[in-house]
């Protein structure tokens, strides 16, 4: 039996209800291809900030450290939504990216045909749509120094961030962007504003640079505006994008939305070694929480990219993905994704239906 | 008779063929009501450069200066693509705004009853939408210290850029924000970053401060990733949006897009005092350039755009909104907008109808 020590983080608002189906698919497919998990809860975000005061106690933050792969469900709510900048929730995602250096965030947008209608576009634009953002996570304006609201001469404030990137940086994600194109469908388009920004205009010699390496990969380059614009025109002439921090978060939120169902949506965080983060893209939702109506199919299928990216094991995580695959085709949805004619579930019998799918 | 100084930058690619037919339609609408202009040509982008080596010639920008308005058509091209940055055409567009001293950028997203068809998103989703993006144009990280391309101590290359705005700078958009929010729907939304960028928490700080003295305009705020999302989900939520400059130039691209006939919107950048800016946003079209192909009608828009913001003449302007409408209603259309049933014209066909219009 293959052991692995996985850390759960279930956070706050529908966090606790949909790891709880995770967990219990998890161990379902353990069982079936011998792979035991080690599950262990630690604090973070508005529940960690309740308990110590802090969003990512050092004590999560080492549980992290010491396992094999860290599941994240989700994190903050209007509770804390006015505290003091290092003291909310959101602080504590950036601090455990740059704790585990997880500098490369794997972001897809797939639509599902089941769901096509729940896009707000046309179907015979987002039909098939297949796009994976390649995301910067622990660079960029996000990190970069000086930061901070001063004070000017005249005794007028300034707010202050600093989007820096180095040669090493640039290249440790760019080669994530092609190597993840070469298994895909072998197109990268890396995304940045290199008509005005000269760490833009770095960003673009690096990857032109490294495309050499891959000479089975196709390069392009859009500007950010434009690439926002084309997602919303045609968004099925990408395959992946390679982008910074921020770049990254905007169109990969974008990207996601295109698909019309975001609690459908997973994400990988990876460092160079150590332990990765898995998670949905959707948040807490804690307008219906403890209401077993959230909807836990993201977080069954960032237990996925787990399994595929941060254990390697890929044929667990298909079976993960075919069972979600299968309880849609049987007709089972939650609130949000509900349409005519299908079974509303709540979120737990969602995963009822996942184990049987199993 | 009211007699008005313009500048015209025709610029590259299409930018003659459509800045000609702006004239022309001005011109009518002059004689109509008693307006004279007084037009001189000036070189920015691409012919400036090849005429003079800069983007932006010190005598165009005093031109400029010396005017009562200025009328953009496009700027930019293949041909000057590969030039080092302080000599390519974009580079001229930023030494204009800065020149000038044209913090406010005025785009809007509307949507015409004619065209909703050219639209990626569903007929339901776009129909109706009306937005303004009010763009902060001369601060942020488009122009913060320090910037360039450094030398770091282990000898590798850092690309840095400064994202900074003090408190008045925000203060004078944030006020064309709710000004703009007043005369349309009354709602306003800030977008920013405020759960990572000190330099947002400071423009959301002062946004909410100013709404004190607008009583009569509903503030909001969005982070500018869910912003993204929120524009592809449910665009008909957003009124006014005024943003800092890099989220107006993805913000604007997008909401510009889900039109689906960015060949149809102007756009207007303004200062304190001096003349404005009026140009369409889309591009210089190199593809179909000469060929009378392209379609005016944003550049006619920009005129009106112009007439209003920059001249104070409302009357005229409606005269060409409407002028616009109408060739609509009868069914002309250039090859961008064209669809099964209307009357393809070219760029001057379209012109005559315009003035047969007026
Ligand atoms: C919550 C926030 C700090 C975070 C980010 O901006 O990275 C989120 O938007 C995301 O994309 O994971
Ligand atoms: C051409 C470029 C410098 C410019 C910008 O980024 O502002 C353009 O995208 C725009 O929005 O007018």
């Known amino acids: ?70 599941l994240l469900a989700a994190i903050g709510g209007y509770k804390w939504d006015n505290l003091p900048r290092h003291q909310r ?25 089941h769901l096509i209608d729940a896009s707000s576009l046309k179907r ?12 910067e996570l622990t660079g960029g304006i996000y990190f970069g120094q000086p930061r901070g609201i001063f004070e000017t001469e005249t005794g007028e404030k300034r707010g202050v961030n600093t989007m820096a990137y180095g040669e090493s940086e640039i290249d440790r994600i760019g080669r994530v962007g092609f190597e993840t194109a070469k298994k895909r469908q072998g197109r990268l388009c890396s995304v940045d504003k290199a008509n ?38 045609w968004p099925k002439q990408f395959d992946t994008i390679v982008t910074g921090n921020l770049f990254g978060d905007i169109l990969s939120d974008a990207a996601a939305m295109l698909t019309g169902s975001i609690g459908m949506l997973p994400s990988a965080s990876l460092g160079a070694s150590g332990p990765g983060v898995f998670e949905p893209v959707h948040g807490s939702a804690p307008d219906i ?21 941060g254990l390697d094991e890929p044929a667990a995580s298909d079976r993960l993905d075919s069972a979600v695959l299968q309880v849609l085709d049987w007709g089972y949805r939650t609130g949000d994704i509900m349409s005519e004619g299908m079974k509303a579930v709540g979120c737990r019998e969602m995963g009822d239906m996942l184990l049987k799918a199993l």
């Open 289 to 309: 929480a403890g209401q077993d109506k959230a909807n836990p199919l993201a977080q069954v299928l960032s237990a996925a990219m787990m399994l595929r990216y």
């Open 196 to 233: 005005v920004l000269d760490v833009s205009q770095l960003w673009r010699d690096r990857i032109t640079a490294l495309a050499a390496d891959y000479p089975e990969v196709e390069l392009s380059h859009l500007y950010v505006d434009n690439a926002a614009m084309q997602l919303v025109r």
């Open 124 to 135: 015979e634009v987002v039909e098939g749509v297949d796009i994976m953002v390649v995301r």
């Open 89 to 113: 929730p959101e602080t504590g995602l950036l601090a455990l990216r740059a704790g585990l250096g997880l500098f490369a965030n794997l972001r897809p947008a797939t639509i599902l045909p």
């Open 1 to 70: 039996t293959q052991n692995y020590r996985i850390t759960l983080l279930s956070g706050d608002g529908i966090g606790p209800e949909i790891m709880a189906v995770a967990v219990d698919v998890l161990k379902a497919v353990g069982k079936q291809l011998d792979l035991s998990f080690e599950f262990k809860e630690a604090l973070m975000g508005g529940v960690a900030i309740d308990a110590t005061g802090e969003p990512l106690p050092e004590e999560s933050l080492q549980a992290c450290r010491d396992s094999d792969a860290v």
